[in-house]
């Protein structure tokens, strides 16, 4: 199963699971009302079509969201937010996961029950396969505070920083020169 992990809640923040801020080319919150996220989970295989999100299931969804964008920015070089290691580890300790083989012997960690903890089940089994398969610490969150947005970083050197280096990159440079020639540095 390949789940894209994109958005945000919230204001001028962009980038995570189902959001995009920031003026990035993907400016949408999928993930701003229940209604919206339960869309979004049965649209990635994650909740069988029809099945209705409450208001609590939708924070659910978006605090899943916002500590996997923390382990994203970690991915990126920011410093771990320890609020976000303790969600998770109880999201993980929550979820119905299982281990199942398919016919040709390969295992797969995935979500036993259906419904929004099995769909958010299924959320960190896809961690738990990236991690397992070497592609974990290629995804990221965009560095630029009003975006965030989780990205794959395709470069040689996994060096990648921002999600879109014609926004993003070209922001955060053309700030940092604005910066050095206010300081007199040229």
Sequence with gaps: MVVTVVGRAGGASGGGLGEHGGGCPLATDELGDPEAAGTWLAGHGLLDAGVRLD?????RVVELREALRAL?????????????????????????????????GTIAVT??????EGALGQLLAVVVQSVADGTWTRLKACRE??????????????????????????????????ERRRSGGG
Aim: net charge negative.
């Design 145 to 178: 505070d009003d975006c965030q947005w989780a990205f794959y970083d395709r470069s040689r050197n996994r060096s990648g920083q921002w999600c879109v280096m014609a926004v993003c990159g070209n922001r955060n440079k053309a700030r940092t020169y604005r």
């Design 72 to 104: 994203l920015l970690a991915n990126n070089g920011v410093d771990l937010e320890p609020a976000a290691v303790e969600t998770l580890n109880s999201f993980a300790a929550a979820a119905p996961l299982e281990a199942r083989f398919d016919p040709t």
């Design 55 to 59: 208001p609590a299931d939708r924070e």
């Design 111 to 116: 979500g036993r029950d259906g419904g929004v």
